[in-house]
Structure formats: structure tokens, C-alpha cells
């Protein structure tokens, strides 16, 4: 089953990065009434969302107990980079754009996540993308744009309500995610994708329990509504600790570079669920659907390069 697993592996990373394209599905309905101040409401919401991982992971790290005690020092700070990082602080960011109301912009410059994550892998990890990968990176980048702009041939209309802070969010997001991926394939050589993913989620949420208090984000948990805890509980079950079991899964067999690659594949569902669900005032255009089939095309060529080309960890620093 494992040798089954490992061969689709780029594939599982694109599937949990199509959970993760669901996320807006449940977060814009909390987003309606929360608190009126952006960084409030981001970071109360992934503050509650993390509360509800860290005590479902509860079982997953007393499982893990003696693996856990067994990491070192290095291991250590890539899981804490992770947690602080990308969990807690990309997740806040990333809905912080998301707020601004400007889908489009955020969901596009999110796919500069492959460039932070390609580099670092490759001074870091020594990972070499081979030649065959190689030209089907700008294939996934372009399967993305076509996602991501419903319109290619007019790209002016997709930016005619630009909005500086709502990019600066999404970029600075991508670049924490890329990190993570990196850090994650290093931490996975010494533990286990369940344990990872539990402690992701414990390192982030003191983080953001730290965070909460100073930006005066305490009062705003009496705008809760009974009718939020099971949207928090989807939240955090399917983009969050599914999606991330099946990511980390993947990840443990797949190098950094390939795998943000295949995370590509987030908008496909992020923009379905933000036309029909979210705002279902649009419709999908045929370029974006060419967008999800020359993407799926790209992922199923990377996922063959990978299985002809095993990862192996090469940390540059100990």
C-alpha cells in the first residue's frame, strides 16, 4: 500500500491543495459578521480553527510521544517555522487579503509560491529539479494564470481594482508557505506525516494565542453565533486536518520543488467554490477550464518525473 502511495504522491499534494481551495467556502460566511477590523477578524478566526486541530491532534501526538522526543534540534526549529510561520502567521495573512474582497488578485499572486519554495529547496535541501520536470514548470504556471484570470486576453480587467495591501498579504503568505514546504520535507525525514501535522498545528496556535490579546482581539469572541461552530468545525476538518494528512503524506515522498508545484492546483477549487458558492454571480469562463486541464496535465507529467527520480534529503545545514 505504502510503494502504491509513493508513486502518486505529486498527486496527493495536488489533491490536498484542492481541499485547501474549499477554504473559502467556510471562512467567508464567518467573515460577514466577525469584527469589522481586518487583522481582528484573521486572526480570531485562524486562532479558533487551530483551537479545534490542537484538540483533535491531541490523540495524534500522544501516539507520537517517543517520536517526538527523539527529534533534534534542527528538526525542531523546521517544525516551529512551520507552525509559527506558516500555519498561524501565512493563514492570518492570506485572510487578511482575502478580505479585501479582491479573490482574483489574491488567488493569482498566491502561485509565486513556487519560485520561494524552488530556490530554498535548492540551497537548502540540494534538491535538482531534472530536465524532464523542468519544462513542465512554466506548463503548471500557466495552467494557474489561466485559473486564477478568467480572461487572459484582457488581463487589464482582472487588475483594474488593484489593491497594494491585498497583494503585499497574498505575496507574503506565498513566501511563508514556500519556506514551509521546504521545512517540511526536512522535518519528515525524522517524523512521521501525522505527527507533523499535529505539531504544526500546536506550534501555531500559541502563536497566535500570543498575537491575539496585544492586537485587542479578546472582545470580539462575543460576535459568535451558534450557528459558527459547525462552519469552525468543516473549516478545520476538511481544508484543514485532512487536507494537510493527505499533503504531508505526499510531501514524505516527493522533493520540495515538485511538490509546490503540484499545490498548483489550489485554485481549482478555490475559484469553482468562489463562483458557484461564494459569489454566484459569475460563471466559469472555457479558459479557465483549459486552466484546470493543462494544470492536471502538468501535475500528471511531475508525478511521473518523481516516481523515475526518487527524492533524497540532502540538508545544506545540519
Known amino acids: 500500500m505504502d510503494r502504491f502511495i509513493d508513486r502518486f504522491a505529486v498527486v496527493l499534494v495536488a489533491l490536498a491543495a484542492m481541499l485547501w481551495g474549499t477554504d473559502a467556502l467556510f471562512r467567508a460566511p464567518l467573515l460577514k459578521h466577525l469584527s469589522s477590523d481586518r487583522l481582528v477578524q484573521s486572526t480570531q478566526l485562524v486562532f479558533m480553527e487551530h483551537l479545534i486541530l490542537v484538540i483533535l491532534c491531541l490523540p495524534l501526538l500522544w501516539r507520537a510521544r517517543h517520536e517526538i522526543r ?3 534540534a534542527a528538526q525542531w526549529q523546521a517544525i516551529a517555522a512551520i507552525g509559527v510561520g506558516a500555519s498561524a502567521l501565512a493563514t492570518v495573512l492570506f485572510t487578511l487579503s482575502f478580505g479585501y474582497g479582491h479573490f482574483i488578485e489574491t488567488l493569482l499572486l498566491q502561485k509565486v509560491q513556487p519560485l520561494f519554495a524552488i ?5 537548502w535541501l540540494r534538491e535538482r529539479i531534472s530536465p524532464q520536470a523542468w519544462l513542465w514548470v512554466p506548463v503548471a504556471l500557466v495552467g494557474a494564470y489561466l485559473l486564477a484570470i478568467p480572461d487572459p486576453l484582457h488581463p487589464e480587467r482582472a487588475w483594474a481594482d488593484f489593491h497594494v495591501a491585498a497583494a ?3 505575496v507574503a503568505a506565498a ?3 514556500g519556506s514551509a514546504t521546504v521545512f517540511g520535507r526536512y522535518a519528515l525525514a525524522g517524523v512521521g506525516f501525522t505527527t507533523l501535522t499535529a505539531l504544526r498545528f500546536t506550534f501555531g496556535l500559541p502563536a497566535l494565542a500570543v498575537v491575539l490579546p496585544l492586537i485587542g482581539g479578546l ?3 462575543g460576535q459568535y453565533r451558534a450557528g459558527d461552530v459547525p462552519i469552525y468545525f468543516e473549516l478545520a476538518l476538511v481544508p484543514g486536518l485532512i487536507g494537510l494528512l493527505l499533503y504531508y503524506r505526499g510531501l514524505a515522498s516527493t522533493p520540495a520543488s515538485l511538490a509546490t508545484l503540484a499545490e498548483l492546483a ?4 478555490g475559484v469553482l467554490v ?3 458558492l461564494v459569489t454566484p454571480r459569475q460563471s466559469i469562463t472555457s479558459w479557465q477550464v483549459a486552466g ?3 494544470l492536471w496535465l502538468a501535475i500528471a507529467a511531475l508525478d511521473f518525473a518523481n516516481a523515475r527520480q526518487p527524492a533524497r534529503l540532502q540538508p545544506a545545514v545540519a
Open 70 to 72: 527523539r527529534l533534534k
Open 119 to 123: 530556490v530554498l529547496a535548492n540551497l
Open 168 to 170: 503585499v498579504f497574498a
Open 175 to 177: 513566501a511563508l508557505w
Open 219 to 221: 472582545g470580539a469572541f
Open 266 to 269: 489550489f485554485p481549482i477549487t
Open 274 to 276: 468562489n463562483l458557484y
Open 292 to 294: 484546470i486541464a493543462v
